[in-house]
């Protein structure tokens, strides 16, 4: 490309992708979605006792600040002008409670990650409150069952237990936000100025919010004792609220007096970026969990089979509300950091895909990674991860089989809970993230699937997603998303390559497996020393 065509690019948008593993900023074109440069920076996840997940605020930040530098500094060389970017989104991942205070712009603790454990004994607790200690008691207000995994409950811990907090919140100084609040607020001023916000798909995670009303709800902040003045004000997932501000102690300001105009969690990105805007269609996303999310459209559908009704997207101030049907695993990529990190028997993720095609099978061998008990379709914190089926025969490459073997199971299991709920199976599933570059991954996913499982050539479908929200925002208008406008996408089929029987023994004992992974753990034995 000459240095005069690269001129006229065009408008730009420019994402900030805050994952539970890694940073990314990327940058595209808003009239043909290409990707133009992109910078990723890997997070480090703090496991203080077992059970707990943390990750530190401030570093979450730098490396937004570090990303977004690096990917100007790559378009520099490019010889793009970085005023072309008229906009930026953010996605990210969801659940993950901070707390700060607004007078220093300082976290109070550190983020309590979406799979972290702690809060089992709090939601046990709470469950007493409730008739017949019924989990899905919010389900018709909230979409979600009492668990972990959201905001709420890893709020009330950190008032419980962390006296920085309490006197923060009595002075009046506590601001709560999952990431994308803390994110927006720091980048358009922090404490001079800030805006606290989120949108709704990401308020639809905090087990505060009521997804008919889309307002914080009185009564569920008076359960879980959270003072309302605390959470930011809720807004579409596509309207302009701030501008960048530049950054004195990071010296970063490469785009500052852009606006931030997007903002979706991750996966209702994902689902936008993959372009399921109708009715029925479906994504799921391979990232430290698994994500399956089928559109419903304007109207809520709660699911009989331990399914979440989350927030889509809502696409403007004016725009009506979107709604999806949710299966939601733990773990899936987080298995593979699992054998790298924890068992050292791989150096690097890609090796597991290596390790696993040399055998070709698990010969017999399955792997529960109930890590942080099991999300959909079971709900049951209890569960703790299991490797079973071993025999003197079994070596590392099967362990890394059944690994990938066991994501594509879960996925299977959230797959055929959404065909119940919603009464039509998907023909194919259209899938994205990071761990859909493993190939050995894809091609068994399908056979365990016994549908074709297509890929899109552009895998940052997330990213995507909450640049589409940036651009298309009034004010910004430079990203068109009616259905004739929107680029084809070019994508990678895998059709499944084993008889069905085959694929059926095998999920049969995978559900074999699953059950012995259950009532594992007690809540008295998980919360020793914690001093409660």
């Known amino acids: 490309m000459a240095a005069s065509d690269r001129m006229v690019l065009g408008p730009l948008v420019g994402s900030i992708d805050q994952g539970t593993s890694s940073t990314r900023f990327l940058v595209f074109n808003a009239k043909t979605a290409e990707l133009l440069s992109h910078h990723q920076v890997e997070i480090q996840q703090k496991f203080p006792k077992e059970g707990w997940v943390e990750q530190d605020p401030k570093e979450i930040l730098k490396s937004v600040h570090e990303c977004v530098e690096k990917a100007c500094e790559k378009l520099q060389q490019l010889n793009i002008d970085i005023t072309n970017i008229k906009a930026i989104g953010v996605s990210n991942q969801r659940e993950t409670t901070v707390v700060w205070d607004k007078t220093t712009g300082e976290p109070l603790y550190n983020a309590i990650v979406w799979l972290d454990l702690r809060t089992q004994s709090t939601v046990e607790r709470l ?62 001023g922090g404490k001079n100025g800030g805006v606290h916000c989120t949108d709704v798909t990401n308020a639809s995670r905090t087990m505060l919010f009521n ?179 071993l025999t ?42 990071g761990m859909t570059n493993n190939k050995v991954l894809m091609q068994l996913q399908s056979d365990i699937l016994c549908i074709p499982v297509v890929k899109p050539s552009m895998p940052e479908t997330t990213a995507l997603g909450a640049a589409m929200a940036a651009g298309a925002a009034e004010g910004v208008g430079i990203w068109s998303l009616n259905p004739g406008d929107l680029t084809a996408v070019t994508c990678e089929r895998f059709e499944p390559q084993i008889n069905p029987e085959e694929s059926e023994y095998r999920y049969a004992r995978w559900k074999k497996a699953v059950m012995k992974s259950m009532d594992w753990e007690t809540s008295e034995a998980a919360s020793n020393g914690t001093g409660k």
Request: charged share 20%; with cysteine.
């Open 127 to 188: 469950l007493k409150r409730i008739p017949g200690k019924n989990k899905a008691f919010f389900k018709f207000r909230t979409g979600l069952p009492l668990s972990t995994y959201f905001s709420a409950v890893k709020l009330r811990w950190l008032l419980d237990n962390v006296e920085e907090i309490r006197q923060a919140v009595d002075d009046g100084r506590a601001m709560f936000g999952t990431i994308d609040s803390w994110l927006i607020w720091s980048l358009t």
């Open 392 to 433: 003197q025969f079994t070596n590392k490459n099967h362990i890394a089989f059944a690994a990938l073997e066991a994501v594509c199971f879960q996925t299977r299991e959230i797959l055929d809970a959404m065909n119940k709920d919603c009464g039509i199976p998907l023909n194919q599933l259209q899938v994205d993230g």
């Open 211 to 389: 997804i008919h009303s889309l307002e914080w709800d009185p009564e569920l902040c008076q359960f879980f004792d959270i003072p309302m003045e605390i959470l930011p004000k809720v807004r579409s997932s596509s309207e302009i609220y701030g501008l960048m501000k530049i950054c004195p102690s990071l010296k970063s300001g490469a785009l500052t007096g852009v606006p931030i105009s997007g903002c979706l969690g991750d996966q209702s990105a994902a689902l936008v970026g993959q372009m399921c805007f109708q009715d029925g269609q479906a994504k799921n996303t391979y990232g430290t969990g698994c994500f399956l999310l089928c559109n419903t459209g304007q109207k809520s559908v709660f699911s009989e089979h331990g399914l979440l009704t989350t927030i889509a997207y809502k696409m403007g101030r004016d725009k009506p509300v979107c709604y999806a049907l949710e299966g939601s695993v733990a773990i899936a990529g987080a298995v593979v950091r699992w054998l790298r990190d924890n068992l050292g028997i791989v150096k690097t993720s890609q090796e597991v895909e290596k390790l696993a095609a040399e055998v070709g099978t698990s010969y017999g061998c399955y792997f529960v990674p109930a890590f942080s008990g099991l999300y959909a379709p079971y709900w049951e914190p209890s569960a703790r991860g299991i490797i079973c089926g």
